[in-house]
């Protein structure tokens, strides 16, 4: 089982920025990403990057806002989010895929889950 440690989330207002930190338990995994889910919608995608770091991949709604990256000596990944909007209010979580199954974009890619992290923005 592994596990993945969210921190960085917070209230903050709008145009500001935050960092979030997602440290997991395992270094052999494929890639990780960011999820996000606002009260009352779907859990949707946010960014992805592979364990190499090469190619992240954004949801149009946060690309040239967020930034994804990652220190795989410390099997870390961060989302830099930057050019905040009240609608990017919502628990963020992070994902872990241990092989390739399917696109980054897709929950079902992923094997584990963090245990989300608020993010509220106000206007």
């Known amino acids: 089982q592994v596990q993945l440690v969210e921190s960085g989330g917070g209230l903050v207002q709008a145009g500001g920025s935050l960092r979030l930190s997602c440290a997991a338990s395992?270094?052999?995994?494929?890639?990780m990403g960011w999820f996000r889910q606002a009260p009352g919608k779907e859990r949707e995608f946010v960014a992805a990057?592979?364990?190499?770091?090469?190619?992240?991949y954004y949801s149009d709604s946060v690309k040239g806002r967020f930034t994804i990256s990652i220190d795989s000596a410390k099997n870390t990944v961060y989302l830099q989010m930057s050019s905040l909007k009240p609608e990017d209010t919502a628990v963020y979580y992070c994902?872990?895929?241990?092989?390739?199954?399917?696109?980054?974009?897709?929950?079902?890619?992923?094997?584990?889950w963090g245990q989300g992290t608020q993010v509220t923005v106000s206007s």
């Open positions: 994902a872990f895929a241990a092989g390739v199954r399917g696109l980054a974009s897709n929950r079902s890619a992923y094997d584990y």
């Open positions: 395992e270094r052999t995994f494929y890639a």
């Open positions: 990057i592979r364990r190499t770091g090469i190619t992240p």
